[in-house]
């Protein structure tokens, strides 16, 4: 790839990385994922690193990182983490797809509890969500998916609905910890929300120790405050004592 150069002003914008050391940043990500804004917000901020994403409905992008072919990726967790730095991002709500006509169609959301006597595809045995899909709207049986992912594809002859008692997958970004770098850290950075004007911060931070109180200026001759003490009523005898109360007389 042929060198780029960039004015002093052209690093500063670009996030304080030098020119000398761009490349292209490869991005995987699973489908349902929409990395278009994060993709636009690098191109305005680092156009002279080049952006590639590619979506992965088959090899988890995890193991696109840890065999070099990806620099980071956007996974569902659960994943083996040996090796790889993580960052939750959001969570996932699940739906039902069943095919057009089910009776399910009628409610807007629906409780796995209830589908027991239906007959619920294992996704990955069918080779994905999308040939899942296509055998769902064959009549053949439901699956339940992350609703993004139903939506991104979208397949005719399908209805959705969601699954109140099924558990939410969550989405992270995940990168191998040993290329962290910052290149890494300003994608980092940009995924979370950071603008180009705020400072780079690490994508761990530390604990930050408690400052020691300040010592007491006025001297050790200065006179202390009494401390305050709550104020206790006593009850009124009389409070209460209508005209039938008994009165000491005079002795």
Known sequence: MPSTT????????AGDIPAEAPRELRIAYVPGVTPGKWIR????????????????????PAEEVRGGSADMAFV??????????VIPLYEEQAVVVAPKGHEISVFEEVALAD??????LDVAALGGPEPALQVVASGAGLVVLPMSVAR???VKD???????DAPVTEIALVWATESTDEVLEEFIGIVRGRTAQSSRQPSAQPVKEKKAPKPDRRGSGAKKAAPKVAQRYAPNPDKGRGKGSRKKGKR
């Open 76 to 85: 569902r967790l659960p994943i083996v983490r040996d090796g790889l730095s």
């Open 158 to 164: 399908t209805v959705a609905r969601r699954a109140t």
């Open 115 to 120: 589908l027991d006597q239906e007959s619920l």
């Open 152 to 154: 991104h594809f979208n």
């Open 41 to 60: 917000r690098w191109e305005e901020r680092m156009p002279h690193i080049p952006l590639h994403a590619q979506m992965h409905d088959g090899v988890t």
């Open 6 to 13: 960039s004015s002093p002003d052209d690093a500063v914008s």
